[in-house]
C-alpha cells in the first residue's frame, strides 16, 4: 500500500482545527488541575523491632512470636476501621469529612497511608509509617499517632500474652496440687485400711508363717506324746499301782511347757532376725518373765510335795502327774487354736497382700505421674514468672522509635509540570484518536488509487467532487456544532462528576497517586 503523504497532509490540514481544540482543550484542564490542586504534604516515622535485652539462653521469654510476624499483626490491628475513622475524625485528617461516608473515610485513609517494612538475614526490622494530608502539621500528629498506637498495642499485647501465660500455669499447679493431695490421701487411706496385708510387710508374715507352721507341727508332736504318755501312765497305774519313775521326771508345770515353747521360738526367730527385731526383744521379755515364775513355783511346790507323799505316795504322784499331763494338753490345746487362728489370718494377709500390692502400685504409679506434672508444671510457671518479668520491665523482645514524625516544610506534591504535560499528551492522544477514527470510519473512494485497488479498473480520468455552497455551510455547521458540543460536554461532565459522584480533586489525587505524582 502505497501512502499519500500529500493526500494525508490535506487532511490534517483540514482537521487540524478540531484536532487544536482537543489539544487545548485536555492542555487547558491539565493545567488548571495541576494549578487548582492543592499542596500535600508526606512526613513518616520510623520505628525499629529490638532483640531481648537479656539473652534467651539465659532467660527465655514465653513470647514467642517473631518480628516479622508481630509486625504483621500490629499493621491488621492499626489499620481497622475503627482506628481510621476515630483518627481522622480527631486529625480532621482529610477533606471535606463531614460529607463523607464512612467507608470512603476508611478507604481514603488507607491510601493516604503508607506502610513499608525491611527485614532479611542479618538485618535489622524497621517499619516506615507515611502519610500524606493538606495539612503539614495534620500529616506529622496522624503519623505519630498511628506510632503511639503501634508501641501500645506491641506493649499491651506481650504483656496480656505473658500474664495469660502465667495465670494458665498458676491454675495448674495449684490444680496438680490439689490431685497430689488427694492421691496422697486415698494412698493413706488404703495402707490405714489394709495395714495388716501391705506388700512391704511380706516378707516378716512368710516368715512368721513358717515359724508358726513349725510350731504347729511340735505342738502336735507334743499333744501326742502328752497323750501317750497319759494313756501308759493310767495302764501301769491300774495293772501295778504304782507310776513310772521316769514319769516323775517329765512332770512339768504349764509356766515350764509355755518356757519350752518361748525359748524354741526365740531360737527360730534369731535365725531369720536380728537381736533389735520387736519380734526378738518381745520373746526375750516372755522367756525373762516364764523364768521368774517357774523359779518361784519350784521354791514354794516342795514342802506340799512331800506332804502329799506322806499321806499316799503312789496315788499322789499319780493324780499329780495325770494333773500335770492334763495341764500341759490343755496348754497345747490351747496354744495349737491360737496357732491355727493366727495361721490362718497369715494365710488370708498373704493371699491379700498380692492384691493389695497391685492395687497399691497403681495408686503410687498415678502418684509418681502427677507428681511429674507438677514439677513440669512448676518449672514452667517459675519461667512465665520470669517472662513477666522481663516483659514488664521491658527486657524482651520490643518495638523502639528511631525517628518521630515531623511537620514537612516543602509540600511533597502534586507534581504540577507533570500534570500540565500529562494534560497535554491526553490531547494530543485525543487529536490522534479522533484523525484515526474518522479515517477508520470513512469508506468513500476519495482517489484514484482507492478505484484501481477497489475495483481493478484504471481510470481514463478524476473529476474532483465540486461541492456545492449549501454543502460546505452543512459540513462546516456539522463541525462548529462538533467544537461545541466538545466544548460544552466536557465541562458539563466534569461538573456533572463533581458534584454528584466525587470532588474532581480527590479523584485527580488518587490517580496521581497511583502513578507516583501525588
Do not use: C
Not at 497323750?227 to 495293772?239: L, M
Not at 516483659?391 to 500540565?420: D, F, H, L
Amino acid at each position: 500500500m502505497n501512502l499519500d503523504l500529500r493526500f494525508y497532509w490535506a487532511l490534517l490540514l483540514r482537521r487540524l482545527p478540531v484536532m487544536t481544540l482537543f489539544v487545548l482543550i485536555a492542555a487547558g484542564l491539565g493545567v488548571a488541575t495541576a494549578l487548582k490542586l492543592p499542596d500535600t504534604y508526606t512526613t513518616s516515622a520510623r520505628l525499629l523491632v529490638e532483640a531481648p535485652q537479656i539473652p534467651e539462653r539465659m532467660v527465655a521469654s514465653t513470647v514467642q512470636t517473631d518480628a516479622v510476624e508481630q509486625l504483621d499483626i500490629i499493621q491488621q490491628r492499626l489499620m481497622t476501621r475503627a482506628n481510621m475513622i476515630d483518627i481522622a475524625n480527631r486529625f480532621s485528617a482529610l477533606p471535606d469529612l463531614r460529607e463523607m461516608e464512612p467507608t470512603r473515610v476508611v478507604s481514603a485513609m488507607e491510601e493516604a497511608t503508607q506502610i513499608r517494612r525491611t527485614a532479611g538475614r542479618g538485618q535489622a526490622t524497621l517499619l516506615t509509617i507515611s502519610f500524606t494530608a493538606r495539612s503539614p502539621q495534620t500529616a506529622a500528629d496522624v503519623v505519630n499517632e498511628y506510632v503511639t498506637l503501634i508501641l501500645q498495642d506491641s506493649t499491651s499485647t506481650r504483656t496480656e500474652q505473658v500474664t495469660r501465660t502465667l495465670q494458665f500455669f498458676q491454675q495448674e499447679v495449684q490444680r496438680l496440687g490439689e490431685d497430689l493431695d488427694n492421691q496422697s490421701a486415698t494412698i493413706t487411706l488404703f495402707k490405714a485400711e489394709n495395714a495388716d496385708a501391705l506388700p512391704e510387710e511380706q516378707s516378716y508374715r512368710l516368715g512368721r508363717q513358717a515359724l508358726l507352721q513349725e510350731r504347729l507341727g511340735r505342738i502336735e508332736r507334743d499333744i501326742s506324746a502328752a497323750e501317750t504318755q497319759q494313756r501308759e501312765i493310767i495302764s501301769i497305774f491300774e495293772n501295778t499301782g504304782q507310776v513310772r519313775a521316769g514319769s516323775a521326771q517329765a512332770r512339768r508345770t504349764p509356766e515350764e511347757a509355755q518356757l519350752a515353747t518361748a525359748q524354741s521360738e526365740l531360737e527360730f526367730a534369731l535365725a531369720t532376725y536380728s537381736e533389735t527385731n520387736p519380734r526378738v526383744v518381745q520373746l526375750r521379755a516372755q522367756i525373762a518373765r516364764l523364768e521368774a515364775v517357774v523359779a518361784g513355783q519350784t521354791t514354794s511346790g516342795m514342802p506340799e510335795a512331800d506332804e502329799a507323799e506322806q499321806v499316799s505316795p503312789q496315788e499322789a504322784l499319780f493324780n499329780a502327774t495325770l494333773s500335770e499331763i492334763e495341764t500341759r494338753l490343755a496348754t497345747l490345746r490351747a496354744e495349737e487354736v491360737g496357732t491355727r487362728a493366727e495361721l490362718e489370718t497369715l494365710q488370708q494377709a498373704i493371699s491379700r497382700s498380692a492384691a493389695n500390692g497391685i492395687e497399691l502400685a497403681s495408686l503410687e504409679r498415678d502418684y509418681e505421674n502427677i507428681q511429674g506434672r507438677y514439677n513440669a508444671a512448676l518449672n514452667n510457671l517459675n519461667q512465665a514468672r520470669m517472662s513477666e518479668r522481663i516483659e514488664t520491665t521491658a527486657q524482651g523482645q520490643r518495638i523502639s522509635v528511631i525517628e518521630y514524625a515531623n511537620a514537612p516544610s516543602v509540600a511533597a506534591g502534586p507534581n504540577r509540570p507533570m500534570i500540565a504535560i500529562l494534560g497535554l499528551a491526553m490531547g494530543l492522544m485525543l487529536a490522534a484518536g479522533y484523525f484515526t477514527l474518522l479515517e477508520v470510519l470513512n469508506r468513500t473512494v476519495r482517489r484514484p488509487d482507492e478505484l484501481t485497488s477497489r475495483f481493478n479498473i484504471i481510470p481514463l480520468a478524476t473529476i474532483p467532487y465540486m461541492e456545492s455552497r449549501r454543502h460546505r455551510f452543512a459540513r462546516r455547521a456539522g463541525m462548529i456544532a462538533a467544537m461545541l458540543i466538545v466544548m460544552t460536554g466536557v465541562p458539563l461532565g466534569l461538573w456533572y462528576i463533581d458534584t454528584n459522584y466525587q470532588p474532581l480533586e480527590i479523584l485527580v489525587q488518587r490517580m496521581l497517586d497511583r502513578i507516583n505524582l501525588g
